[in-house]
């Protein structure tokens, strides 16, 4: 393969490790390809560079899309929540552990193991000014009691719901792990859903909805991912269920890029989120959220990158094409029908970007290639003669394509590399899953895997459940539990370490 | 005016004061009209309802627009800000300070009284969960030193320049004055654009796009404004000069709605921002800033308002016509005439809402009148047997349109609603600038008007812009100086405090 390791050289002219060295890759091709400048003086706090914050704003566009499409309205809270509200969260959380200890049935347990929520992560505003200030605040890491104040307020009768809103922000964590930009960061770009339904079903009827957004905007990523329903410790604070979307990174680890919580009627307890039903009544609404952030964008630089750079599905890519005159100097024709093709294009909705500048052909192929334009488009004189243009795909390949009729052509062209990516993806996803070896027990008790695992693979194994069984599934495989698939298994299999018959089908993996 | 006061009994039923009574109207149809919810508990920050924000986001791509046009390129900063930077930026404003008490020429003068900058309004960040942070940070009141800390890294040589970025972001000030919606809040929903050049007359030539760019949007706000440079007293910390962008609102305060800051190199300087120019010195850059905030929002709702409600300019309503089926529940084809129609104005790129609700027709119509939609149709059986619809305007007036070709009689429509509101603002603003009276001073050396001024308008006057002059003229009007016109008299006038021959003229008001 003298090709790739000319790549490779090339690249690493241009300071690209490999993507094989993908711990050494993502951080550098993040500041390389203009996505974001790191040199801010707050760690985890990038400034996001222009090309990067289009490249954001488009995945946003396609959320937009999607929350218009399903009757979601948007709205803008503030970003200071009181401390009174994170004080009515902990209650809230603290009596559904309480209803946990007391010993209740299992599959009513709606907690997870941390009773502080987000209290040991959210950055405090005490003071403004030279004052101190009445009531403390902190930045939202999330908006469930901002919103569920005004839920109180908006929500009165049965015709006010289901309640749909979201909205597009900055939310902040005090984030202790190492930070690396899009997939943990301390400002976080955030998406989130919020609903309020009259019964149960109706909330579940959310979540489903919500699951079918996630399918459409990963296949407008060109995102093969994995929905797991966490495990009880590791579910939404205040949630009933938590169910996880992720997406298997090339160095092995799974990034959570979504999430939708089912609330039941818990936190409309909490905050009084109440209607009168048609026969008069009044119930507690159910709730669910839903939550995506800029870790999609994470995912779209980890999982389609190469030796070269990034490769952007066009869904999102700010320049889906670039469009390279050849020795327009000597021949002003090809200014001409540069200038006609790039406005044909934008004509047909093609966000296409024309390189004149006075540089050699090859630096602007690399220049695009690192910042993963999805097709190049070069047109030289004897193009013209020829009527035609030649197409690089980003994926790889090039072929002429006719001038006549050049959007339907640069369409399909553009198409073709979407459906690449979700083939080699999807490839290599499928790859990566494996069914865990078997779990044995030694004479003193202890458990390991019967054979030695790889790394960079997500095991799928038939796992009861059971808390202390965890553990030790956890300690023996050195894997975290992501949760069980939706899709059972048809017929139930012995749990890999109680060995009881279960039906759930588990996904173990490193996670970021 | 019997029909006036019609108007005003029907507006008092649904809680909307009188526009005349503008104190009160404000703050009441802000909610009324669902723009936002007050209700939030920390006072000054609004919740955006989804109205409101859909209006804030069309007026945001109005700039998009502008700033596309213009080739700014769009970045997001963080929101948080070290210390240190703050420190930096107070020692600029402390030397230009220095500089100005050792006398220099007056023309030099570059700074403003308040040597702390915005150090009394920043929110500060000094914890984060049950830690204190080594490194204290506030909330960005606006982006210069987080900014330009990176400038110092993006500029290089002279082929890097003008850099032209803008982000629109949320910024926050500790607001101790009265807090209104949009007006005076605490998180506050901002535009800022930073350029740095390679030298000054570029710069001023930014400053020239800038107030092209406000002409074109207030065109489409139809708003009509006053440009003033502000007394240096009233100059931005660090800027050269400050021009600032005033609406005068109904209660005859004005409001300012936005603001560029021509730098000279005084920030470089102290941010280090420079590049190796063409003949192959380092020279620092000259920079400008251009702020506009949620204010022009406020300023729209203003002064387009009436006692029914709102008025919105077509250009960022986000209904620009409700389509209102007449006794679709006997006629069906009424029904199916509204879809068609709607679906031919969305096809135009009109923002067109259908209202089918099961209420009386007069209902909707308050309902939309209260929202300030341009343009309401109505399609009835009657309408249909004679080919038409009825078109009647926020602004007054209603007649009948063909349904053929209904798009562009729709499109004529809005363009007369914007119209009459450009008619409208203008003459009343014209109305309300008047010469003030002379000043005439006692034999105890006191200074007052030669007759009393009315409330509510703006005065004009010629005036030196002398420091101790302007205190006089300040304290004998009641009002504050605005900064004087860019254009400036034809021939010298007599100052009205020194005597002194001038050519500027100055705006007082009172300001918001």
Sequence with gaps: MADADDDVRAAAKRGIPPHSDFNAWYPAIVEIADLVDKRYPIKGMDVWRPYGWKAMKLIDQLTHTEMERTG?????FPLLIPQELLERENRLIARLKAAREAGVDPSELRIEDEPEGFANEVYWVRHAGEH???????????????????????????ADLPLKMYQIVNTFRYETKQTRSFIRVREIHFFEAHTAHADEDDATRQIEEDLDIVARLMHELCLPYLVNRRPVWDTFPGAWYTIAIDVLMPNGRTLQVASCHHYRDQWAEAFDISYEAEDGEHRHCHQTTYGMSERLLGAVVGVHGDDSGLILPPSMAPHQVVLIPVAAHTSPEVGDMVSQV?????????????????????????????????????????????????????????????????????GSELDAVADELRRRSSQHQADCIHALPDLIQNEDGEWSLSEKIEDGLVHE????????????????????????????????????????????????????
Tied chains: 1, 2.
């Design 72 to 76: 979601h309205q948007e709205v803008n």
């Design 342 to 410: 790039s406005e044909q294009l934008r004509a047909a909705g093609i966000r296409v970007h024309v390189d004149d500048r006075d540089l050699r052909p090859g630096q602007k192929y690399y220049d695009w290639e690192i910042r993963g334009v999805p097709l190049r488009l070069e047109i030289g004189p004897r193009d013209l003669s020829s009527g035609t243009a030649l197409a690089v795909r980003r994926t790889g390949g090039k072929q002429s394509i006719p001038l006549e009729g050049i959007s339907e052509a640069v």
């Design 461 to 512: 194994v038939a796992f009861c459940g059971n808390d202390a069984a965890a553990e030790v599934l956890e300690k023996a495989t050195g894997l975290t539990i992501l949760g069980h698939t939706l899709d059972e298994y048809d017929e139930p299999r012995p749990c890999c370490v109680t060995g009881e018959m279960t039906t759930k089908r588990q996904h173990l993996a490193r996670m970021y």
């Design 132 to 158: 101190e200030l009445e009531q403390p605040m902190f930045l939202r890491p999330t908006s469930e009691t901002a919103m569920y104040t005004l839920f109180a307020l908006w929500v009165r009768s049965h």
